[in-house]
C-alpha cells in the first residue's frame, strides 16, 4: 500500500515542478520587464531608449 502512495505521488510531483518552475520563470520575466520600464521612466532618458532599439 505505501508503495501505491508514493509511485502515485511521484507521478504528481513531475507536474507541480513543472507549474513552479513556469511561473518563477513568468514572474521573474514580469520583474525584469517592469524594472526596466521603471528604469526607463525614473531615470528620465528616453532619448538613450530610443538610441537603443534604432541600433536593434
Known sequence: ???SRFSA???R???WVYAL???VSAIARAVILMLTLLQIELFGQ???AEQ???FQ
Open 1 to 3: 500500500m505505501p508503495q
Open 9 to 11: 505521488q511521484a507521478k
Open 13 to 15: 510531483s513531475p507536474h
Open 21 to 23: 518552475m513556469l511561473g
Open 46 to 48: 528616453p532619448e538613450q
Open 52 to 54: 537603443f532599439l534604432e
